[in-house]
């Protein structure tokens, strides 16, 4: 049967550290690996033109006490034999260093959901590829838009707070103001300039830990539900309490509400007092935001 050969790099990792850890020498038989070497997973940084060739065999090898197997079927395909009989199929991506870096689930086409390494933008949300991205997409297509879904029971340990809806912001309106108040127009979405203004919709958030919508530089995020960060201002220096109900006020910020506004205007509730965040800088280390002497608020859904 013909040999297979898979090139290797740092993203192939895994089947190399299966090589080292989970197979000895013992049970290779040396005669069908070609160019292969011990790998120190720790130290050693893979050539791309380093290789290992895996014969070709029909059917699944018996499994061995205390050692798993690696091995090449004739549908092409390389597996891992577990010591306890189980067989899973090693899908091994070809990467190219000086493009973009990614794994895909089942196969490298446009069926198959493949994870690529982006850099996602903090405050407008958009997305580049880029080798040395910290983050991460779904995308089968290699370029900026996400093209597959995601399901799964629970997501946990999601630091960031709210939840943001990404509005149209009216023509002309500078960049987002986090933490003022705004309101909807047909043209899009402007910082309230009256009290208690009439089509309020919410604060802009820059604590958000999910986003919905269009992210782009000409929308704002709108906390649609959770806690965020706002700016909040008090009449003659009063001193508000938890629980106390808040609008806008002229200048986007937000304002207690008189009993009066809250029985007239009840849809126009933006959220609900918390307390005042005494630090200057809030979030995980390395991507904390400035507070500028904003208050927690619970959003109004």
Request: aromatic content about 10%.
């Amino acid at each position: 049967m013909a040999d297979r050969t898979y090139n290797l790099t740092r993203a192939d990792i895994d089947l190399a550290y299966i090589l080292t850890e989970h197979v000895t020498t013992a049970n290779i038989n040396l005669a069908n690996i070609v160019n292969a070497s011990i790998i120190n997973t720790a130290t050693d940084t893979l050539s791309v033109s380093q290789q290992i060739a895996i014969q070709e065999q029909a059917s699944t090898p018996a499994p061995v006490a205390s050692f798993g197997k690696i091995y090449c079927k004739t549908d092409g395909n390389p597996y891992f034999l577990s010591d306890t009989g189980v067989e899973s199929r090693l899908n091994i991506s070809d990467i190219e260093a000086s493009t973009t870096n990614y794994f895909g689930i089942g196969g490298l086409t446009a069926s198959f959901p493949i994870l690529r390494r982006c850099t996602i933008n903090g405050t407008t949300g958009s997305i580049t590829n880029g080798a040395t991205g910290p983050d991460l997409m779904i995308n089968s297509t290699a370029d900026t838009s996400p093209d597959q879904s995601l399901i799964a029971q629970r997501v946990w340990n999601g630091v960031w707070n709210d939840v943001a809806d990404f509005q149209p912001l009216f023509p002309g309106e500078i960049r987002p103001q986090f933490g003022k108040c705004y309101f909807d127009t047909f043209e899009g979405a402007q910082i309230c300039h009256s009290r208690c203004q009439k089509s309020v919709i919410g604060i802009a958030s820059d604590t958000y830990g999910f986003g919905v919508g269009v992210s782009d530089e000409l929308t704002v995020p709108i906390a649609v539900a959770g806690w965020t960060l706002a700016y909040v201002e008090f009449d003659n220096n009063e001193i508000y309490e938890c629980g106390d109900v808040l609008t806008n006020n002229y200048n986007g910020n937000l304002i207690k509400m008189t009993r009066e506004e809250i029985k007239e205007y009840p849809e126009r509730i933006v959220a609900i007092y918390k307390r005042p965040e005494p630090t200057e800088l809030w979030g995980p280390k390395g991507k904390e935001i400035q507070v500028n002497g904003r208050h927690w608020v619970k959003v109004k859904s």
